[in-house]
């Protein structure tokens, strides 16, 4: 294990399980997807880049490769550990992102793999109040949103370019407005399963939540709404 499991998170299978019930293992494993083209496109070349909940580093290769200034943040030890042996280029710092404070400000800032979802109101504000805090009053924010009805329309699978199979096998409600999601990994060698509470968010609500932490969507940078970039509101 590595920490204290949140309540709601487990995961299963061989290897460290980080306190969101995500195996490390895994995520060393699972391909790149479109992130970092919707990435590059969105921001201007070379940015300083501060990834938030950059798990093993799967995106922040590619954005190192791709010439950004990456400083990568993850609560996990083993998380960080993966980052340092693939992406000897970006600078890491392990710290949980409620409470990250860092002396400088950076380009952009990215909340990524749905992380703006989790259930709990004061820990995602807390989540954004990081983002505002560390970008630059004329940088931006990205943030990676759940596609509409991706609570009802499961169980669904997808291949990932790491050759797994990705399955959602449930998303149950527990109250508050939130659902335990069970989510399960199939490589042909190993399985992996992961259990977690996510809160789904209307684009009102998104909206909302943004301005509170002094934040207001810039665009819309994906047909199906999940990858935002949003600004600093005092610009």
Not at 73 to 101: C, F, H, K, N
Not at 119 to 147: K, M, N, P, W, Y
Not at 192 to 212: A, C, D, I
Not at 218 to 226: I, K, V
Request: charged share 30%; aromatic share 6%.
């Amino acid at each position: 294990m590595s920490g204290r499991m949140r309540e709601g998170h487990q995961g299963t299978g061989p290897g460290a399980i980080t306190p969101d019930g995500c195996a490390v293992e895994v995520y060393r494993r699972l391909g790149v997807g479109r992130e970092p083209d919707v990435i590059e496109a969105a921001v201007p070349t070379g940015a300083s880049l501060l990834e938030l909940g950059c798990g093993a580093g799967r995106v922040t290769g590619p954005l190192v490769e791709r010439g950004f200034a990456v400083t990568a943040v993850d609560e996990s030890a083993e998380m960080i550990d993966a980052v340092r042996e693939r992406v000897p280029g970006a600078q890491t710092v392990r710290s949980p992102i409620e409470s990250l404070r860092l002396d400088r400000r950076f380009d952009v800032v990215m909340l990524a793999s749905f992380l703006v979802h989790t259930a709990e109101h004061d820990t995602r504000q807390s989540f954004l109040e990081a983002c505002r805090r560390h970008v630059r009053d004329d940088g931006h924010v990205l943030i990676q949103r759940e596609g509409e009805r991706w609570h009802q329309e499961v169980p669904r699978e997808r291949e990932d370019p790491g050759g797994c199979t990705v399955r959602i096998v449930s998303a149950d409600p527990v109250g508050d407005g939130v659902n335990s999601v069970v989510a399960e990994y199939l490589f042909p060698d190993l399985r992996w399963t992961q259990t977690f509470r996510s809160r789904p968010l209307s684009k009102e609500e998104f909206e909302r939540y943004l301005g509170e932490a002094g934040l207001e969507v810039d665009a819309y940078l994906t047909d199906d709404g999940t990858w935002v970039r949003a600004r600093p509101m005092s610009r």
